[in-house]
């Protein structure tokens, strides 16, 4: 088992997932076949579990929002009186049965130490640049313990919500989550990649706070 920067996980907790999430290949889910969040998902616990860290399956469902949208639902505004720029995407969690064999959207949920949160490595193919809503892999840290939200923004410009359904399991019978022999090599190079991605996320969260940290003194 690879060994873990413990002098960075004291800094940050959850910079594993963190790493993963940015050094995630982007055109993983490339046609989109069906369930290939549910793959995304497996090759994520694979990697991360290699290291030691305990991750499981979450089923959920998924919304985005650009900022217009965002507002929008604040204000309780019915979708059917939203301007053309105002836009949201999601996927739905369909809790009757359905035709498809996996019918909902699926994280891989985190825990390390007493810090707990999901990374959705298939978020990226929700980006629509048309309307100003960015996407991408994501590792976010849940708000309170059992939480069954998640929440966060990408650049300022994309809300995303997660809903987690953890009773769903119909993902399980899937063959993207059954069959993993196709993304051996991947895995194998994403956990090489690691110890290095960590470093990099690292320093790039030193920046960002100690650039916080000067503007709020200004």
Not at 165 to 191: C, E, M, N, Y
């Amino acid at each position: 088992m690879p060994k873990r920067n413990a002098s960075l996980e004291r800094e940050f907790p959850d910079i594993y997932p963190i790493a993963l999430a940015a050094i995630w290949p982007r055109d993983l889910s490339a046609g989109r076949a069906q369930g290939a969040c549910v793959a995304s998902t497996r090759v994520v616990i694979e990697v991360l579990s290699r290291y030691g860290i305990e991750c499981r399956p979450m089923p959920c469902s998924v919304s985005l929002f650009n900022q217009q949208a965002a507002h929008l639902t604040v204000d309780r505004v019915p979708m059917d009186r939203w301007p053309a720029e105002a836009w949201s995407v999601g996927v739905a969690a369909r809790e009757d049965p359905s035709p498809l064999p996996w019918d909902a959207h699926l994280v891989a949920e985190w825990r390390i130490g007493g810090v707990s949160g999901i990374l959705d490595a298939d978020l990226g193919f929700q980006e629509r640049p048309d309307y100003d809503m960015p996407a991408r892999p994501v590792s976010v840290r849940y708000l309170r313990p059992k939480a069954r939200t998640a929440t966060c923004e990408i650049d300022g410009r994309t809300s995303v919500i997660w809903e987690l359904k953890p009773h769903l399991t119909q993902f399980k019978q899937t063959p993207a989550w059954r069959d993993i022999g196709w993304a051996s090599d991947l895995i194998d190079s994403l956990v090489d990649q690691l110890p290095d991605a960590v470093a990099d996320c690292a320093a790039l969260l030193r920046d960002a706070a100690q650039s916080d940290g000067g503007q709020q003194q200004a």
